[in-house]
């Protein structure tokens, strides 16, 4: 019997695998992009053609110029001041709509900011979500006058 | 003189497990890949409150010189000349699918009244879920 001692092991080479890997994996870290993912929802009324009519003398109105500046039922505020304002009217009614309305030179980032401290009402010691409304120009020209 | 006989060795690093770790981080960066479908440059507003935004929403974004462009969620975004055409493109994104949910893109320091525009335009389209896409208000913001 002839022993065959020269044959070779059974072996996958395997030696490039791992620089195929890394290739696909440098591929990948370049490509990706880290974004933002996440946001303020802000839910849409239903556009009905006849809203419920809400008197301003009802409402508490929020001004934002377009330096900022809030001007809240004719009185300047702060920002941090708009929540203690409302507190002792929404304890008399809690549905009480709160109404932002920026001038339209205002820049979108300070809606956002007053958005974005109502939404926190109830952190700030409210019992029930802020009744926020913020109409747009077509609605405030149609609905208010 | 007892000689001891040497066994020699060869020097080698094990790279069997390399390619084991390879794949895993390819199948970590295959999973979190998502392909943005706007490309817009823009400073976004800052908000403590932020929440997942679902994932194939659509987009409306209005870059700082106030150009307005729009993605049903799978192609990429392309520019509209007004409003108007917002109005077109989500009112036919929503009778395909009257739960889509749209994400306002919008540079911080774009005047209200060009997002005025975009909000009224989905307002108009039915579009009942709405994002305000912003970044991570921090203590050091003020």
């Known amino acids: 019997m002839?022993?065959?001692?020269?044959?070779?092991?059974?072996?996958?080479p395997?030696?490039?695998?791992?620089?195929?890997?890394?290739?696909?994996?440098?591929?990948?870290?370049?490509?990706t992009t880290f974004t933002a993912t996440r946001g303020l929802d802000f839910a849409l009324p239903e556009d009905d053609d006849d809203p419920p009519v809400v008197e301003k003398e009802e409402s508490v109105l929020i001004e934002i110029l377009p330096t900022g500046e809030l001007i809240v039922d004719q009185d300047p505020m702060q920002l941090h001041e708009i929540i203690p304002y409302l507190q002792p009217k929404l304890e008399r009614n809690p549905k009480k709509p709160v109404i932002i309305r920026p001038d339209t030179a205002t820049p979108y980032k300070y809606m956002v900011q007053v958005y974005d401290e109502l939404r926190q009402g109830e952190d700030h010691g409210l019992a029930e979500p802020i009744n926020i409304s913020v109409p747009t120009q077509r609605e405030i020209q149609s609905f208010w006058y | 003189m007892k000689l001891k006989a040497t066994i020699e060795?060869?020097?080698?690093?094990?790279?069997?497990?390399?390619?084991?770790?390879?794949?895993?981080l390819i199948i970590f960066f295959m999973l979190t890949i998502t392909f943005?479908?706007?490309?817009?440059?823009?400073?976004?507003?800052?908000?403590?409150?932020?929440?997942e935004i679902p994932k194939q929403s659509a987009y409306v974004s209005i870059d700082p010189n106030g150009r307005i462009r729009v993605s049903d969620g799978n192609?990429?975004?392309a520019l509209v000349s007004a409003a108007d055409e917002?109005?077109?493109?989500?009112?036919g994104v929503i009778a395909m699918d009257p739960q889509k949910v749209f994400v306002v893109k919008s540079d911080g320091e774009v005047s209200w009244d060009k997002v005025d525009?975009?909000?009224?335009?989905?307002?108009?389209?039915?579009?009942?879920?709405?994002?305000?896409?912003?970044d991570q208000r921090t203590v050091t913001d003020g």
């Open chain 2, 36 to 51: 943005e479908v706007d490309k817009t440059q823009v400073v976004l507003p800052k908000t403590t409150l932020r929440y």
């Open chain 2, 75 to 77: 192609e990429q975004s």
């Open chain 1, 2 to 12: 002839r022993l065959d001692r020269d044959r070779p092991d059974d072996e996958i």
């Open chain 1, 14 to 31: 395997t030696s490039s695998m791992a620089d195929i890997a890394f290739l696909l994996i440098v591929f990948f870290m370049i490509t």
């Open chain 2, 9 to 24: 060795h060869k020097p080698n690093i094990p790279t069997a497990s390399m390619a084991d770790i390879a794949f895993l």
């Open chain 2, 117 to 134: 525009e975009v909000i009224d335009a989905l307002k108009r389209a039915k579009v009942r879920d709405v994002y305000l896409l912003s």
């Open chain 2, 86 to 91: 917002v109005l077109s493109m989500a009112a």
